[in-house]
């Protein structure tokens, strides 16, 4: 299963982890195809998915014209200019893993302690590398 998205001129590869979509302000371009209850869709505390699972820790490894893009470095641009960001940052949310079928399963964004993300969303900023990893809580198996 693969990973990807649109960050702007950047991709988002969520490396080691098979099947992944997700959708958020903009970050990855995928769009889960189901929205969230309206109650819960602004919920601080949102109701998770399941109570138990499997964590998993996904790599967000953002790549620019096939090549890693590095923060606070010049990256070569396809026009043959180059960008060096002082600021990059996005969210991720609605994230979902897919089966060897193609059939998406809805998963929750947890924190390293296991608790759910205030909003259900993560937020990767590039100078933070506590952010890099993307951490949910999916069904065993």
Known sequence: MAAGGSAGAANA???GADGIAGSGAGALGGSSGSSAAPDSACAEHPTPQRTQGTALSLSI?????AKPFVFGAPNAL???GSVVPSNFRFYVSAVQLLRSSGDPVAVDLVTAAGEPEPYGVHLFTADDDDTTKLRVLAPAG
């Open 78 to 80: 396809p026009d043959g």
């Open 61 to 65: 490894e953002p790549v620019l014209a």
């Open 13 to 15: 590869n969520l490396g």
